[in-house]
């Protein structure tokens, strides 16, 4: 009982509670916060790999969510799974941002889609709402962060060459615009 007691004054003092909070959490001073949102459980099994340009960000797969702050400005998101997907971002400080990962059906294992939604995407948005206020966000830990920049650092690079030189000419990958963040009295 004491050391229940203990663990849950160092997690409040730390913070850490929040971090792993379910339902919508505001961003860091300066910051905007885009939650992942995997709400079909089909390809479950599948996990899918998340970057924020040149850094590997987390993984999960089945219905699940992933909440990431980042620096507001232009920004490129994508994810890795028998395929490559990208979403180019315009994100305000302050702001909350929602990309729907979609499964696709794939040769081998299931391919990914990233879809930006906002409130106008109303059966999506209440979707996504529903899995981020109903659970905690999966999280990954820094270290694994670390581990799996490294691991990763020639794949990371040589797709975002692919991306420069080739995919985003030739492909229409989506665009999450400044306009699309959630309003506060949605969240």
């Known amino acids: 009982m004491k050391k229940l ?3 849950t004054i160092l997690l409040a003092l730390t913070g850490v509670y929040t971090v792993s909070a379910q339902g919508f959490q505001p961003p860091a001073e300066g910051k905007a916060v885009v939650y992942f949102a995997r709400v079909t459980v ?6 899918f790999e998340f970057f924020h340009q040149d850094k590997y960000i987390g993984a999960f797969k089945g219905s699940q969510y992933m909440r ?17 997907e990208f979403i180019t ?7 909350t941002y929602i990309v729907m990962v979609d499964v696709i059906m794939g040769v081998m294992k299931a391919h990914v889609g990233l879809t930006p939604i906002s409130t106008n995407n ?5 979707r996504a709402k529903s899995l981020i206020n109903k659970k905690p966000p999966t999280i990954t830990s820094e270290e694994k962060i670390a581990k799996m920049n490294k691991k990763l650092a020639k794949f990371i690079t ?13 492909k229409n990958f989506k665009h999450l615009s400044a306009d699309m963040a959630i309003p506060d009295d949605q969240l």
Not at 42 to 47: L, N, Q, R, S, V
Not at 122 to 126: A, K, L
Not at 158 to 170: A, C, D, H, P, R
């Open 122 to 126: 109303s059966e999506e948005f209440e």
């Open 89 to 95: 971002a315009d994100v305000e400080a302050g702001k």
């Open 158 to 170: 040589e797709k975002l060459e692919m991306y420069e030189s080739t995919w985003k000419n030739e």
């Open 42 to 47: 089909y390809g479950k099994p599948t996990a």
């Open 68 to 84: 990431y702050e980042c620096d507001p400005g232009e920004q490129l998101f994508w994810a890795s799974s028998e395929n490559k």
């Open 5 to 7: 007691f203990f663990m």
